[in-house]
């Protein structure tokens, strides 16, 4: 009936979705390029842009503060995140609805925004310019990231096991770390590696933090473009897809990716 | 007596990490009232003043919302069918979800180098055309608003399809099966039973993504190029260039009052459009 009419909205659709990735393909084709740039026939390929870039010390040092910044905020944020959403879970306060109206707050400042107002906080203490400050921001931005995950999966829990294990005498550290814990281990992944990818590509507030000793690899992307833009940038580029595929795909095989289009179980 | 029904205690100190984040996000804020308010003859309005009273700030503003609003729609029109091909593709969901979720994480920078690439003066595209011999001098696809617009849509797309996807799960499968044994097509049952469901998903996808554009940075500076202001570039500006945090603030108040009103605005638009749901 409607056939031809759904075949032509699908491949429509299937277009626009190929739409997305198009830029990170193209990065991807320019990196391996020796010309430096896209042509058509192809020319030949090389890894030269590879080789300087790993040759260049701004670019591992900007790369290796990025991980050391993205791990050290990943675990700080699920640790956070899965002791103050265990508290609300358990103790169910009344004013539990607002509490998580705050939490989920940074999400709804624009970045220009929250990035003057983290810069005007962190001037106070002076860790303008610090690793340490450029951690305490990406804490603050994905708090909500890491809650959510990790307040769906306690939901989920049943609260019979909990209720049972009371019973029989588990005092509140056993029932925290030795259920609560492990049974939510989803949620917990899944905010450990999200704050981590967010952490690792975060750009337009960390561009407000970063000093001339210490900077991220995506303020040094944006630094180098403007003053050159030499085709090393589609390989360092190329590896920050990486980095990103792969946590992603980490993502996919430990957990599923559903927790992005799920709805809490309200 | 200690039962399960008692309210734990003791658990109250597990709130505090979470507290104090958002203490310090909260006095963050209250910092950008104080540079904004303060001068030092006390509490004054005259950074706001140096803002309101210039016409090229006007200008600011004026492009800073129409391309937020543009880039929310567009994002919010061109992701559509995407979600409903992932909602139809159950099968392939999870692959799909790969090809939407990774260059939705992918920083924002290298995305917007990407489109540099492309659509640069000697990039891959204008370099296509004249290759085809379509064109003979390069068209000016960037540092100009339409870039923006480019870069800034193909960036928040990701974000519009999550939101309108996690919309159209929640669509019970039976109301369309009603609708079409209840003789509607498939465009029909789309038009009349799908799209009004999916709506509130889809204004979720255009608020977020419209409070991105306003605060928006990177690709304003190098798909737009210096002269193509918004007020994300503006504040950025007053913070590294000139160091007047007290500016900075006030801009950055501004833009948060826009940005509310631009959501109030959305809310009432979606009230309007979207049905009640009867319980």
């Avoid at chain 1, 049974?183 to 590696?193: D, E, N």
């Avoid at chain 2, 799960?169 to 009004?196: F, H, Y």
Wanted: one cysteine or more.
């Amino acid at each position: 009936m409607n056939a031809p009419l759904i075949k032509l909205g699908r491949a429509g659709s299937l277009a626009l979705l190929f739409f997305l990735p198009a830029p990170i393909v193209v990065i991807g084709a320019t990196s391996f390029a020796a010309a430096g740039y896209l042509r058509f026939p192809p020319g030949e390929l090389s890894l030269r842009w590879y080789a300087e870039a790993a040759t260049d010390p701004r670019w591992i040092d900007s790369f290796l503060t990025s991980l050391g910044i993205a791990a050290v905020v990943a675990v700080t944020v699920t640790a956070i995140a899965f002791a103050g959403a265990y508290a609300c879970h358990r103790l169910k306060p009344r004013w539990l609805a607002t509490f998580e109206l705050v939490v989920m707050s940074p999400l709804f400042f624009p970045h220009a925004a929250l990035g003057v107002a983290l810069v005007n906080v962190l001037a106070l203490s002076g860790h303008l310019g610090t690793a340490t400050g450029i951690v305490v921001a990406h804490v603050v931005c994905t708090l909500p990231f890491a809650w959510r995950p990790i307040m769906v999966a306690l939901q989920r829990i049943d609260s019979e096991i909990v209720e049972a294990a009371s019973l029989l005498g588990a005092d509140e550290r056993r029932i925290a770390l030795g259920i609560a814990l492990p049974l939510a281990r989803s949620g917990i992944v899944t905010a450990l590696l999200f704050s981590f990818i967010i952490s690792f590509d975060e750009v337009t507030v960390t561009m407000f933090l970063t000093g001339p000793q210490v900077t991220t690899l995506p303020v040094q992307i944006y630094a180098f473009i403007q003053e050159n833009a030499s085709p090393v940038l589609a390989a360092i580029s190329t590896v920050t897809v990486a980095v990103t595929l792969l946590v992603v795909m980490l993502l996919e095989r430990l957990i599923g990716l559903e927790f992005f289009v799920a709805h809490d179980p309200a | 007596m200690r039962g399960a029904t008692a309210t734990p205690r003791g658990l109250g100190w597990l709130l505090l990490p979470a507290v104090l984040v958002l203490a310090l996000f909260l006095g963050a804020v209250a910092l950008l009232f104080l540079h904004a308010f303060w001068t030092k003859d006390g509490f004054s309005l005259a950074y706001f003043k140096q803002i309101l009273d210039r016409a090229d700030y006007h200008e600011v503003f004026l492009r800073t919302v129409s391309i937020a609003a543009i880039v929310s729609i567009a994002s919010a029109l061109l992701a559509y069918p995407i979600a409903w091909l992932l909602w139809r593709l159950p099968k392939w969901r999870n692959l799909l979800l790969v090809v939407v979720l990774v260059p939705w994480l992918v920083s924002l920078v290298v995305r917007t180098y990407g489109w540099l690439v492309i659509l640069g003066p000697k990039g891959f595209l204008n370099e296509t055309l004249r290759w085809a011999g379509v064109i003979e001098s390069p068209l000016p696809l960037i540092f100009n608003d339409l870039g923006v617009v480019i870069g800034l849509t193909h960036v928040l797309m990701p974000f519009s399809v999550i939101a309108t996807l996690s919309v159209l799960l929640q669509i019970d499968n039976r109301l369309e099966e009603a609708s079409e044994s209840l003789g509607a097509g498939a465009l029909e049952t789309w038009r009349r039973v799908v799209l009004p469901l999916s709506l509130p998903g889809v204004f979720t996808g255009i608020s977020i993504t419209f409070l991105t554009s306003m605060g928006a940075i990177v690709t304003p500076i190098l798909l737009g190029g210096i002269r193509q202001k918004m007020a994300g570039t503006q504040i950025y500006q007053e913070v590294v260039y000139n160091f007047n945090m007290s500016k900075a603030s006030a801009w950055a108040l501004c833009l948060l009052i826009l940005s509310a009103l631009g959501l109030v605005l959305l809310r009432t638009v979606e009230a309007a459009l979207v049905p009640k749901a009867d319980k």
